[in-house]
């Protein structure tokens, strides 16, 4: 049966969660390979009451901004549960955060009172010290780090409060009670793709928001396995999600996925594009050096996957429709798929029970769905894994919507897309140009479908504003509606899909506006190419910043100590010249003016907290101050031309 916790508040989720599911796994730590230490959702509701408690004792007032910086872990959750039954917000960031984002973020919160993950964060608070005028608690929580004179360990901090609560103090009951939904239940700071991070302020009604409109058929024995990062609002969705179906969340890592996918079977799990990239990269990889006959019988097995499932996409009307479909020519061709679907079925049983079902395991063997956001899932690599039998449900939305808009479901999966609209959730397509709305417009035909134009959004998610900032919060939210900055159209399945980025459009100098970003995730599916930044605002033709996968020369013969002897290889660029001329070429579909002709291997990797943003997303601000001196290159010095 399946049951799901109805609240008008986290806290309040939190309270029903432990009365509900008591002695059910809530959460688990990986100890070992295959030894993970669970605690229950009663265990971590009494702990959380307890560490709410001790906050309170040492000064934390309802409504107050909690500092909270480090990464995916048990402690993060109690910490989390803490302060949210103190009725506080959190203020959460990654390890990876600068000092110059720590100093910005602790004193423009006017954060009192900070978690830290580790001994190393701790250290650098302390030094940064003199900056933080308002910074007067630090608490560990790292259970086996050392506390330094002036901080305090969580099991300090949760310890006090369970003294005072087994006397009788029932101040976080309390101040649970006086929660309102437009209270802040988080403060994010975004690590944003430009520019200085903004506080996002997303309420308590946001996040129950989207715990109710998220339909499933989840229940508590699904297995969710939790790799992106906790501080993230589509993290946390799913971490708060899953509280809501009392299902257990194994915390993983990038470094343990591989195993943890296999041992743990996840039934259900967030993701981000970059690992389903890597892990099809990894998959073909497999296939290359297989036996002859291996190799064989995948392409027959992936041929009569995606036979199969385009009938069946068509019959259902869940084929992507990027211009209306005459009914006509929908009448003549469906006796053909069906017929195609006949002919098709008793082989892809078999081929798909003996030679698909092997990739299936090795994604885990359970994996019922996964939601990929935090980017645009590029279409091969969406056509790959819903083909062999993993249903990829990309999503949308941002951390301004808390953050999912749009999600594509298991019985509603039209690839190319995002899906539709989350029920409760408007949509507008708006010329960015004119401000005219081209979806919904009853003056167009079919109401606006398939005209393209920046995303607007209104819904019960959207974000209450920019935490003192009142002016972008003006700039940004018009009516209740939320610019996105994406570029988007509704297509005539009724669904979304993004079309890139109106901030990060080139318009070179003969006024052809590019989107980088097909262009970009086209180069990025080739084994040689791990990262790409296509510039070229005001030029007259396009160029880029490739960072090369040193591991795939090797194996090509290439002798390549590090990426900088790469980058110095003429050999390398030739290579990568021609797969720039073969991948993003006429013949693939990309206009004269899309073609790239001129590109630079960089010396070094990006990283994420550097050049790179949680979910991998390309900081282009950032890239182009730190190589401008190669972009000025590209379109100053003779070119390395790739025609």
Known sequence: MVYRISASNLAELYGKAADHYDALPAFATRISELNWKPVSFRELYDRGLDLATGLIEIGVNARDHVGHFGDNRFEWILADYGVQLCGAADVPRGRDVTDAELVYIINHANIEVTF???????????????????????????????????????????????????????????????????????????SGTTGQPKGVMLTHANMISQVESISSKHFCADRVLSILPIWHIFERVFEMYTISFGACTYYSSIRTLAEDMKNVEPTFMGSAPRLWEKLHDRILKSIRESHPMRRLLFRIAYFLARQYKDSV?????????????????????????????????????????????????GAGGSLMATVSGGGALPIEIDKFFNYVGIPVLEGYGMTETSPVLAVRKIDDLVMGTVGPPIPGTEIRIVDIETGEIQYPNDNYPFQGRGRRGEIWARGPQVMKGYYRQPELTEQTIQDGWMRTGDLGMITHNDCLKILGRCKSTIVLSSGENVEPEPIEMRLQQNPYIDYVMVVGQDQRSLGALIVPV????????????????????????????????????????????????????????????????NLFKLKRHVIERKYAGMIGAIYNMEPVTVE
């Open 116 to 190: 830290v993950e580790t001994e190393l964060l701790q250290e650098r608070i302390l030094f940064l010290r003199d900056k933080l005028p308002n910074l007067r608690e630090i608490i560990l929580l790292d259970p086996s780090g050392k506390t330094e004179p002036g901080v305090r360990s969580l099991s300090e901090v949760v310890e006090l409060g369970a003294r005072l609560r087994s006397h009788g103090d029932r101040r976080a009951e309390e101040r649970i009670k006086d929660i309102k939904p437009d209270d802040l239940f988080t403060l994010i700071y975004t």
């Open 313 to 361: 996409y068509f019959m259902k009307g869940k084929k992507l429709k990027m211009k209306p479909e005459a009914e006509w020519k929908r009448t003549l061709l469906m006796p053909l798929h069906a017929l195609r679907w006949l002919l098709v079925i008793p082989w892809y049983g078999f081929f798909n029970a003996a030679v698909l079902e092997r990739i299936r395991v």
């Open 550 to 613: 040193l591991d795939e020369f090797r194996r090509a013969g290439f002798k390549a100590d590090s990426l900088d002897d790469l980058a110095a290889n003429p050999k390398a660029q030739d290579l990568i010249r021609k797969v720039i001329r073969d991948t993003i070429s006429s013949s693939n579909g990309f206009r004269r003016f899309e073609q790239i002709k001129d590109f630079r291997l960089l010396p070094v990797s990006f990283q994420v907290g550097d050049e790179l943003t």
